[in-house]
């Protein structure tokens, strides 16, 4: 669950150009490379969260700078949403 959802939560908390495409690539990519991981690699050594997340994370972001960035008025309720106010 990490693996596949850790890079979506991180990227959309973070980064106001990460769109549904890019979540959508990156919970699959995720998700593929840790059962593929379980079942193939894991007398490795390695643990198959990280395999996981890192090749997530880098499918999220790889879909998103090839789609289309988001509107203006989206840009800017991701700036209201994250402000921080006292």
Not at 22 to 39: F, R, T
């Amino acid at each position: 669950m990490s693996a596949a959802l850790g890079p979506a939560i991180l990227l959309s908390l973070f980064w106001k150009r990460f769109n549904f495409k890019g979540a959508i690539a990156g919970i699959v990519i995720g998700s593929i490379v840790d059962i593929c991981w379980i079942i193939f690699l894991s007398d490795f050594g390695l643990y198959e969260l990280f395999p996981g997340f890192v090749c997530g994370l880098i499918g999220a972001v790889a879909v998103t700078l090839c789609t289309k960035k988001p509107s203006e008025e989206v840009e800017q309720l991701f700036d209201k949403a994250v402000k921080y106010e006292d």
